[in-house]
Nanobody, 128 residues
Framework: QLQLVESGGGLVQPGGSLRLSCAAS????????IGWFRQAPGKEREGVLC????????YYADSVRGRFTISMDGAKNTVYLEMNSLKPEDTAVYYC?????????????????????WGQGTQVTVSS
């Protein structure tokens, strides 16, 4: 059974940093396209960062470019979303998702498609 579990959310002040984790079980993350998405109350879901380790491509939403990065610990089968210079508008529930790399591109994954595998989400609140 493929499963994704996010953790690391919380309350952080504007300008601060936070690292979210997405641990996978039942499959090996580096063989999939991985995406981080977020949804704020009353807003549509937004794909913020999607990566395909099989072809080395990455997509960043304009809203997070230069502030958010993704990394992976293959031994732990975990990907991380490093979030810096956080703003109140980054407040949302953050989800990680996975898709088969041969069936999508990172841009399509983040913008227009719905990956088949999702975690349960973790709340990030940016407030003073």
């Amino acid at each position: 059974q493929l499963q994704l579990v996010e953790s690391g959310g919380g309350l952080v002040q504007p300008g601060g940093s936070l690292r979210l984790s997405c641990a996978a079980s039942g499959f090996i993350l580096r063989y999939y396209a991985i995406g981080w998405f977020r949804q704020a109350p009353g807003k549509e879901r937004e794909g913020v960062l999607c990566i395909s380790y099989s072809d080395g491509t990455t997509y960043y939403a304009d809203s997070v470019r230069g502030r958010f990065t993704i990394s992976m610990d293959g031994a732990k089968n975990t990907v991380y979303l490093e979030m810096n210079s956080l703003k109140p508008e980054d407040t949302a529930v953050y989800y990680c998702a996975a898709d088969y790399p041969e069936s999508t591109t990172v841009q399509a994954m983040c913008i227009s498609e719905s990956p088949p595998y999702w975690g349960q989400g973790t709340q990030v609140t940016v407030s003073s």
